[in-house]
């Protein structure tokens, strides 16, 4: 049985278990719920706080885990990313009070307020900065304010709880996150199950991204209207009864479905249906 672990809190616990119900994966029905056992899929899957996921999967106890990618570098814990997932995105930034700091340069003797202090603590010591660290465990705009540090190093979104505090970002981004699936480093990734779990997700993030396409054209537009549906690997083509036309079906990125159904039409294809993909496995 596969044991997995999903966060059970935050903002990686919602759409991780919507993303595993589509996928097919029984999930609990109370938040109170620790672990369930799915036996139809032989998954087992353990609700844990996200911090703590990495450092279960490094442990080799579970085999896989949805976490941060922020969360698993700053747990430092031995295990590594194997598929990104698309949802929880953020960026991890210093920020301060305005005028106060331009680059990272700024940082040296200085006070840091975070609660992800591995990521801090590590990137500090690639730039050769000298400052210190202060861990807490959040709403670390507030430190400022109240005198605990002169910057502070957290995850922005939409950059709301900055702006309501009166600070800014400054400097480079530290880095880029979003949740991500997780195994312990080294462990066989080909493995069956992994594997079978592994394309249930990407299946899903199919799904989410792409449309199917289907229209009619005349065969001497064929090819301009191929290139403009090229599909993943190749578009399916089916002669008509009228004779001259073919029927087209491609899958096409969501986001471009309308403009691609404009240029389709201005090159004369008709019929032109999109429709939502449920589950795919390519
Ligand atoms: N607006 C956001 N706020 C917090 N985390 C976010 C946000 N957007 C994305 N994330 C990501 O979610 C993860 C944080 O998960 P976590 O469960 O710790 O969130 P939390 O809401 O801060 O919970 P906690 O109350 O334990 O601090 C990180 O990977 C982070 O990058
Ligand atoms: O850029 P924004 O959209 O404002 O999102 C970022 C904020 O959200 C998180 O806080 P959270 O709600 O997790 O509270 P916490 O600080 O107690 O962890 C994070 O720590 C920032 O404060
Ligand atoms: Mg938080």
């Known amino acids: 049985?596969?044991?997995?672990?999903?966060?059970?809190?935050?903002?990686?616990?919602g759409p991780a278990g919507e993303m595993l119900h589509e996928a097919g994966y029984q999930q609990r029905r109370e938040s109170k719920e620790l672990r369930i056992v799915d036996p139809v899929n032989d998954v087992e899957f353990f609700y844990l706080r996200p911090r703590d996921i990495a450092i279960y999967v490094s442990s080799g106890r579970l085999d896989i885990g949805i976490t941060g990618r922020d969360l698993l570098i700053d747990s430092g814990a031995n295990a590594e990313e194997i598929l990104p997932l698309?949802?929880?995105?953020?960026?991890?930034r210093f920020a301060t009070k305005p005028g106060t700091a331009d680059g990272i340069e700024d940082l040296q003797g200085r006070t840091v307020a975070t609660s992800y202090e591995g990521i801090v603590a590590k990137h500090l010591a690639e730039?050769?900065?000298d400052a210190s660290v202060v861990h807490l465990d959040g709403a670390v705009e507030t430190a400022i304010e109240l005198g605990v540090a002169e910057v502070i190093a957290d995850v922005v979104e939409t950059g709301t709880s900055l702006r309501n505090a009166g600070l800014e970002v400054f400097g480079e981004p530290i880095m880029k996150?979003?949740?991500?699936?997780?195994r312990r480093t080294g462990a066989d990734v080909e493995e069956p199950k992994v594997q079978q779990f592994l394309r249930r997700l990407q299946g899903v993030l199919v799904a989410r991204?792409?449309?199917?396409?289907?229209?009619d054209c005349r065969v001497e537009q064929l090819e301009k209207a191929v290139a403009l549906t090229p599909g993943l690997e190749s578009p399916t083509v089916s002669p008509l009864h009228n004779e001259?036309?073919?029927?087209?079906?491609?899958?096409?990125?969501?986001?471009?479905?309308?403009?691609i159904m404009d240029d389709?039409?201005?090159?004369?294809?008709?019929?032109?249906l999109t429709t939502a993909i449920h589950a795919c496995r390519l």
């Open 1 to 13: 049985m596969l044991r997995i672990a999903v966060p059970n809190k935050g903002s990686l616990s």
């Open 86 to 92: 698309g949802f929880a995105r953020s960026t991890f």
């Open 127 to 129: 730039q050769g900065i």
């Open 177 to 182: 996150s979003e949740a991500i699936v997780i």
């Open 209 to 215: 991204t792409y449309v199917m396409m289907d229209y």
């Open 244 to 259: 001259g036309w073919v029927a087209v079906r491609a899958m096409v990125p969501a986001k471009e479905a309308q403009r």
């Open 264 to 272: 389709l039409y201005d090159i004369g294809a008709r019929a032109i």
